[in-house]
Structure formats: C-alpha cells, structure tokens
C-alpha cells in the first residue's frame, strides 16, 4: 500500500521542439505529441513549452484507491489543495509548483537488460570475437527515467511534502536533511532534494543499460555540438550509480545512469544500510567512490539560476 512508480515527467522549456528533437536522437521515440517514450513505456517525458526551463510535472501511480484516499486526507490536513476520484489524485507542489498526478496503477514492466559478455580473470565468456561495445557503437535505448534531483531554499518543506504527505520513502540522507534521497519505486533515489538558492530542476536522469551504455550514451551525446560534458563517469556513492552528466540543449542537466542500489526488504535497508546522518565529502557521502569526484561549480550552480530566481518571482511562486 504505496507509491509504486514515477510513470512520467513534464519539462517545460522556452525551446521544447529542440529539446524533443534532442531525444529522438538520443535514446527515445515520438510516441505521440509533444510525448517521448520507448517500446516498453511510451510515456515517459513531455516536453512543454514555457518561459524558463523547469520541471513542470510529475506523474506517480500508487498500488490502490485506499492510497489515492489516503494522501488526498494527507494533502488536505496540510492545508494543499488538491482534486481527487477513487482512482487519481493531483495538486501542485507547494514548493517547486509544478503540478503532481497520483493515479492508481504501476510503472510498465520492462524488457531485461541485454546481456554483454565480459572476459574476467578465470571466466571466459567472450572468445573469438571483439567486445559487444565495440562491434556496436550506436546511441544505446534509453530504457526509463529514473529520477530528478531538485535545488531549493526551502529543503525542511520540500522534504516533509514528499515524505510525510505524499508517502516517499527515504533512502539516506546527508547531514539530517541537507541532501535527501528518496524513492517510490525499488531504486534508491527516484527523487534527490538538496539545497539551491531557489527552487529549480537541478538535473533528470534516464537509465541505460549497463556502463558501456552509460559512456556510450555519453559519448553519443558529446557528439552533438550544443551539449557539454559536467561531470563522468563514475560511480556515487549513495545509490552506487554508474554516472555521466551532461547539459542538453536547453541548458538542463541530465544524468546517462545505470545499476542503482535497489530496495525490495525495505526493513533490511533501514535497519542495515539507510543513515540519516551521511556526512563528510571522502566517506560513503562523498560524490563519487570512483571518477571524478570534486563537480564543477556548474553542478550546483547553474548560471541560470538568478533567471529562473526572477521567472519563478514573476509567477508568484516562492
Ligand atoms: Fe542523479
């Protein structure tokens, strides 16, 4: 009786054919307007059109109409507006506003992972012929988006509305709640909140197959002239992630991963593996236990910000 799924995003940019045209050549399909997706989940992303670039809406399924009941009574004992039937509810983050849909339901089922050999000391599993990753060097499919990772001000907030009212559930958190990572689904973090100096989209991520389809992904991407390399690969700590991000060109920055930590026992996690209290940049809460590991400023700090700062004044959002 729970959250289950992150079914889809919506992002909003000034230049949303752009954007879309983007991921047709990287790793997704038209599916319908406005609507990218994969053979497996059609619906995955939308891009809109708006004034500055923000993530517009997210679209989570629960396992039952008791769920639906139970977080629109949460949302309405916080004082948030929402509308609801026995099978959907939808408000607007009061923090971040963007618009929230809960409908009961469940993420599609995925196709497995393709199986690459690999040669390791004592297991021979690839003879005779070169690697998988380089007789096939095409822009891997991208199989779901995983996450998003939000900047604001407003970190206690943001994290009690996801927590407490909309039922995430936390997977570790740095310094009691400077950084929160949360999931609906079995991976470790479908949803980071970490402090910005106001509340923005600080990256989305969209899950590969394995780490060659991660640098593949990468190396694919870099090859179109208005995106740039942030920071990968390597591999975090928290949620374990091969990583490589990127700016699209809109100006957002996404995230090539694969191999997240996944929670099914989640007593066994928060009894043996969840802390609230990760702290220190070289232990398990630093960036990366291998790769680069220092981000670039760029990474929490968009030159963007003071504009989107101004668009989200402008909207009468805090
Ligand atoms: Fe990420």
Not at 112 to 117: D, L, N
Not at 183 to 192: A, Q
Request: aromatic content about 8%.
């Amino acid at each position: 009786m729970a959250l289950n799924g992150l079914l889809d995003i919506q992002i909003a940019v000034p230049n949303p054919q752009e954007l879309f045209d983007f991921w047709l050549q990287h790793g997704m399909g038209a599916t319908a307007d406005g609507v990218l997706g994969t053979p497996d989940r059609p619906v995955q992303m939308q891009i809109a059109e708006g004034t500055y670039r923000h993530l517009s809406s997210m679209h989570l399924s629960c396992d039952s109409e008791a769920d639906i009941a139970a977080i629109a009574k949460r949302l309405t004992d916080a004082g948030i507006t929402s509308t609801s039937d026995s099978t959907s509810v939808r408000c607007v983050d009061p923090i971040f506003g963007h618009a929230i849909v809960i409908d009961v339901g469940s993420p599609h089922s995925l196709t497995p992972t393709q199986k690459r050999a690999f040669n390791g000391p004592g297991e021979l599993t690839r003879v005779n012929t070169r690697a998988d990753a380089v007789l096939h060097t095409e822009m891997p499919v991208v199989r779901r988006v995983g996450h998003v990772v939000l900047g604001t001000p407003h970190l206690a907030e943001a994290v009690d509305f996801y927590s407490n009212v909309l039922g995430y559930r936390i997977s570790d958190q740095i310094m009691k709640g400077f950084a929160t990572f949360m999931r609906v689904e079995s991976d470790h973090h479908n949803l980071m909140i970490q402090p910005g100096p106001t509340s923005y989209l600080n990256h989305y991520a969209v899950e590969v197959d394995d780490i060659d389809a991660v640098g593949l992904a990468g190396s694919h991407a870099l090859k179109d002239e208005r995106v740039s390399s942030i920071i990968g690969v390597g591999r975090h700590n928290l949620g374990a992630n091969v990583f490589w991000y990127l700016q699209d060109p809109s100006g957002n920055m996404f995230e090539f991963f694969s191999d997240m930590d996944q929670i099914v026992d989640e007593e066994v996690w928060d009894r043996v593996h969840r802390r609230l209290d990760w702290e220190g940049e070289d232990g398990p809460a630093g960036f990366a236990v291998w790769g680069p590991n220092e981000p670039p400023e760029v990474f929490f700090s968009p030159p963007d910000l003071p504009s989107i700062a101004a668009a989200r004044e402008a909207n009468g959002l805090k």
